[in-house]
């Protein structure tokens, strides 16, 4: 098991920043990739961005050049720097961990951070 908490919502005026952070613990050493997923109102939930053990880095087209993931293995937390954000980012971030197991891929989620992007 993996137990994920997000921080840094809130809400923000167009064109300016925010940085989300994720702190696993738990079963921590297996995990291969963390991302961060969000859900619009009316949408279905989509990957912003994810990042493997290795480092490699994953973006949606929507992000790309706007957002930065990263991640600090000391502190086991991922990061997703936003900046020029748009109304169209306002959504429900969810942090995400994949372990592979022997009986397939095992998810993790966070409980979720507001991300309001308004004037």
């Known amino acids: 098991q993996v137990q994920l908490v997000e921080s840094g919502g809130g809400l923000v005026q167009p064109g300016g920043s925010l940085r989300l952070s994720c702190a696993a613990s738990?079963?921590?050493?297996?995990?291969?990739?963390m991302g961060w997923y969000r859900r619009a109102p009316g949408k279905q939930r989509e990957l912003v961005a994810a990042i493997t053990s290795g480092g490699t880095t994953n973006y949606s087209d929507s992000v790309k050049g706007r957002f930065t993931i990263s991640r600090d293995n000391a502190k086991n937390t991922v990061y997703l720097q936003m900046n020029s954000l748009k109304p169209e980012d306002t959504a429900v971030y969810y942090c995400?961990?994949?372990?592979?197991?022997?009986?397939?891929?095992?998810?993790?989620w966070g409980q979720g951070t507001q991300v309001t992007v308004s004037s």
């Open positions: 995400n961990a994949r372990r592979p197991t022997p009986w397939g891929l095992d998810d993790s």
């Open positions: 738990g079963s921590i050493f297996s995990i291969s990739v």
